[in-house]
């Protein structure tokens, strides 16, 4: 579980976060929606340890972001939206690289078996740079999974995949077990793995609700972004 409690973030003169509670349950996939800007990466980047913030409290299971961050992070695991990566390694080389620094026991039987869950066994022996943008996706996916956190966050997970990397990534987000949170803009995404949605907009939270009742009450999550998103404005 995260919970977030009265969370503010300013860069400067601009206020990305203002005032953000909200609570990723277990066992659930959570989606928060808005245009560049909102709020989005900040947020995820906060939750992850990544960014300070000026006011408010971050915790992963009950620990602290701040005050115990090592625990927390122990039971977090986060995709960004530009990993960045080792091009001149192979894949597994950077997976056990990834392991060492998790110190994990059999990391070569861990690597093996969610290699091929993924879909990437086959091109772990080649160096990162020659990968596809939906290998490094799913490569960068597995060492955010590798430890087996109870959380996970992922930032535009399956933007600029082709079709199949994009279903094997949806299809590994409907099964897992745990609170996930990914930001999106992808309305089509939301209404395939979502359980609820936040509509974020200049660091608000304007609407939190079940992703079946917002298709319920505007036929689309595309219809009610934008119903809402009209509202506030």
Known sequence: MITIKNLTKHYGKITALNNVSLVFDDMKVFAIMGENGAGKSTLLKIIAGILP???GSVSIDSFSIVTQSLFARERLGYLPEMPELYDRITG???LFYIASLR???DAERIISSLSQMIGIDTALD???GGYSKGMKQKISLLSAIMH???NLLLDEPVYGLDPLASRTIQDFIKKRQGATVLATHSTQLVEHVADSV?????GNVIVNDSVTNLMNLHGTIENAYFYYKDKKI
């Open 53 to 55: 913030y000026d006011s």
């Open 92 to 94: 597994r080389e950077f």
């Open 103 to 105: 110190k994990l026991i």
């Open 126 to 128: 080649y160096e990162i």
């Open 148 to 150: 087996s956190p109870q």
């Open 198 to 202: 936040y509509f974020l907009m200049q």
